[in-house]
């Protein structure tokens, strides 16, 4: 049973836009949260995070939300450009944890 | 710092041959990861060590997978024999004392 859920598999955005990208999680135990983005032929690299303690975090043009009622997070990309094309993952851990649960990813496309 | 170091970048075997993946973290990080990717599951945790001991290895998904972390500063995650649903991309990653992965650039394996 996937604990952290990305229901797009791919998303497409026009450049200079705004790109949202959605996570779910199930597990309440949760209590940070990362996205990675993910070029083709390369590892997945930290983008930014998040901790339950918090509702919204901001580094430059991305900023992610924390619903934790909801156990909902997104990813909010302003303005989207074209190197922002690339898969990003939802990632989630659990205090005293050690290992990151992944969702599948969406793969985000920056149209012209 | 050169980041996680994997080896090969690719690899073509047949079934039933044996496969060795290496990981060289960086230096420093206590916690090594091998991570599995495929399309239907995404990003999967194989096995974790924390200072060389394996913690983790509930994610291996049978006994044909092992891995190893001899030192600080070398991994290996082997397959004997493989088989063509092995095939995937494996990622190892690296990480200090928070909670934000470092990831390699990942070995393409394929089984034919």
């Known amino acids: 049973d996937q604990q952290v859920k990305q229901n797009s598999p791919s998303l497409s955005v026009q450049e200079g836009r705004i790109s949202i990208l959605n996570c779910d999680y199930t597990n309440s135990m949760f209590d940070y949260f990362l996205w990675y983005k993910k070029y083709p032929a390369e590892g997945p690299t930290f983008l930014i995070s998040i901790s339950s303690i918090k509702d919204k975090n901001e580094d430059g043009r991305f900023t992610v939300f924390l619903n934790k009622s909801a156990k909902h997070l997104s990813l909010h990309i302003v303005p989207s450009q074209p190197g922002d094309s690339a898969v990003y993952f939802c990632?989630?851990?659990?205090?005293?944890?050690?290992?990151?649960?992944f969702g599948k990813g969406t793969h985000l496309i920056i149209q012209p | 710092d050169a980041g996680v170091i994997q080896s090969p970048r690719h690899e073509v075997t047949e079934m039933g041959q044996e496969v060795t993946l290496r990981c060289k973290p960086i230096?420093?990080?206590?916690?090594l990861f091998w991570y599995r990717q495929t399309m239907m599951r995404g990003l999967e945790l194989l096995i974790y060590f924390n200072n060389n001991v394996p913690i983790d290895d509930s994610g291996m998904p049978e006994d044909r997978f092992s891995a190893k972390m001899p030192n600080a500063s070398f991994s290996t995650l082997k397959i004997q024999p493989s088989e063509p649903r092995d095939s995937a991309v494996y990622f190892c990653?690296?990480?200090?004392?928070?909670?934000?992965?470092?990831f390699g650039s990942g070995t393409q394996l394929s089984v034919l």
């Open positions: 990632a989630a851990s659990v205090v005293g944890a050690d290992g990151l649960t």
């Open positions: 990653a690296s990480r200090g004392w928070d909670e934000k992965l470092f």
């Open positions: 230096s420093g990080h206590d916690y």
